[in-house]
């Protein structure tokens, strides 16, 4: 099969979340079956300053309303020797729109121009298709910043013989919509006959996950238990009628991991490896983090860890209250984020106030993210919601202890551990309230001083594998169904 992979973000390119590790790694999980994979990217400022040496593969002018906007197709002149030979990545670049410091805007503030910038992604990879001659079976593309690929297939390039291919939408977060003001329409080119309720219109304004979710041949998420929760108004965000239109063609698949980045065995961003059965490093890691973070080393008390998008989703509305009473736990807390300027803010103040116990850096910083995952015995993921989350899977692998609300990706992917059988990978709570969350970390701490039973329940987590080969076949089923249909 030939797939075209449409993606805003992938690593080792540009990353702001979860979405740039499942496009860094599935697509090489998809080449690795035989099937030949198109990556596209757009060219931001941090690929080019990385990568400076660029081939010029096509010249693209894109109609946005009466301009004619200029860009490129590029390639890397020299891809990584490790790159896969089924795997071709070719990058989008105009450099008005996408050479700029930051990928989506600053502190989780869009740029203005998001929806032009992603309407012009869209329509060059499509032409891209034509320019490069490509022979596309499958395309998939992947929340809003390319939810209109689906629509233009259905659309503008519908009679097209070169455009004959099936889609897949994968929403990776409902959350995040793509909403524009409605005078954007003509500049993409549609006609104002897709301006309605059934298809692109949302409260007046011009919806480009609505898009993906009404024009997809199908739909999936990130997680069984994601694509259910959507259908409800409570995770829905305005669109679970929308989804429940479509629900025989909604499917949940897990993402992987990729554990030749994740794995504790051999992560370069540590100095000291470790593994199940040999597990001395892990203590090293855990003094380092704790010293980078300024607080005290203590073998008693669990270093609780969290590396996240600080933005409420995450349940900063839980962990807040939750960290006023730290004392009354015996614990020490790392955080490692960025995003929402509130709850910086209020997570330096707590750091200040609690010194010996809480600390907080501020940034995107992935060595520190590896090292925080090797170093912490407990990985707290308290989400409101959580479509699939990745760093509850990497923890299991290097023995931190997720400790998670019952939602989305987290409940599909751990269990609670109980005593009395030995099984279970984590600990998870169903309500959320901060009692239920206090509660379970009550449980944890406790849990924590029993070291025959803490070891127990941190090896069955190290053995889980939740690599993503599982999760391709699955991509692959969809992909054949999608083409039979
Ligand atoms: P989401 O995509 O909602 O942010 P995921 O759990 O799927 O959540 O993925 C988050 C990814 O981003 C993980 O790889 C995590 O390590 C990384 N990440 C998040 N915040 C930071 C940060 N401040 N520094 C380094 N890595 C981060
Ligand atoms: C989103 C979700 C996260 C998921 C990631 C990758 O950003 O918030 O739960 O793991 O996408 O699919």
Not at 124 to 129: E, F, N, R, S
Not at 317 to 337: C, N, R, S, Y
Request: charged share 25%; hydrophobic share 40%; glycine share 8%.
């Amino acid at each position: 099969m030939n797939i075209l992979f449409a993606v805003s973000e992938a690593t080792p390119f540009a990353k702001t979340g979860g979405l740039a590790d499942v496009a860094g790694a599935l697509p090489t999980a998809l080449a690795e079956t035989g099937d030949l994979v198109y990556l596209f990217l757009p060219l931001y400022g941090e690929i080019k300053e990385k990568y400076r040496a660029f081939t010029p593969e096509a010249e693209v002018f894109i109609p946005i309303g009466d301009r004619l906007l200029p860009g490129s197709v590029v390639s890397l002149t020299t891809p990584p020797d490790d790159q896969h030979p089924n795997l071709k990545i070719f990058f989008i670049a105009q450099d008005e729109l996408f050479d700029r410091p930051l990928l989506y805007g600053p502190n989780g503030v869009e740029y203005a121009d998001n929806g032009i910038r992603f309407i012009f992604f869209c329509r060059a990879i499509l032409d891209a298709v034509n320019l490069l001659n490509l022979d596309i079976d499958i395309y998939h593309s992947h929340d809003w910043q390319t939810g209109l690929i689906p629509v233009y297939l259905k659309t503008l390039y519908k009679n097209l013989p070169r455009y004959q291919g099936g889609s897949l939408f994968t929403i990776h977060n409902l959350g995040y919509q793509g909403i524009q003001k409605k005078d954007l329409l003509p500049l993409t080119g549609l006609d104002w006959d897709e301006f309605t309720f059934e298809r692109l219109e949302f409260f007046d304004r011009l919806n480009l996950l609505k898009g993906g979710l009404v024009y997809a041949d199908k739909l999936n998420t990130v997680s069984r238990a994601y694509s259910r929760e959507i259908l409800e108004p409570e995770f829905g965000f305005g669109l679970d009628k929308v989804l429940q239109e479509r629900r025989n063609d909604l499917y949940g698949i897990l993402n992987g991991v990729d554990y030749s980045e994740w794995d504790p065995a051999s992560d370069p961003y540590i100095d000291n490896h470790f593994q199940l059965g040999r597990m001395a490093g892990k203590k090293e890691c855990k003094k380092k983090l704790a010293q980078i973070f300024g607080l005290t080393f203590s073998e008693t008390q669990p270093l609780i860890g969290m590396v996240s998008r600080l933005v409420t989703q995450k349940g900063f509305d839980l962990i807040l209250p939750l960290l006023e009473e730290v004392t009354e736990f015996a614990a020490k807390f790392v955080f490692l984020g960025t995003g929402d300027k509130k709850i910086e803010a209020q997570l330096s103040e707590l750091s200040r106030q609690y010194p010996d116990q809480i600390a907080f850096t501020c940034g995107y910083d992935n060595r520190l993210a590896h090292l925080l995952e090797a170093g912490a015995d407990i990985f707290l993921m308290p989400s409101h919601y959580e479509p699939c989350g990745l760093n509850q899977m990497y923890s299991l692998r290097y023995g931190t202890v997720p400790l998670v609300r019952a939602t989305g990706g987290l409940d599909d992917s751990i269990t609670h551990f109980d005593p009395k059988t030995g099984s279970g990978n984590g600990f998870k709570f169903n309500d959320y309230t901060l009692s239920a969350l206090q509660e379970t970390l009550i449980e944890a701490l406790e849990l924590y001083q029993k070291p025959k039973l803490w070891h127990r329940l941190r090896a069955n987590g190290m053995r889980c594998d939740f690599s993503w080969k599982q999760s391709a076949e699955q991509y692959k089923e969809l992909y054949k169904k999608i083409i039979n249909e």
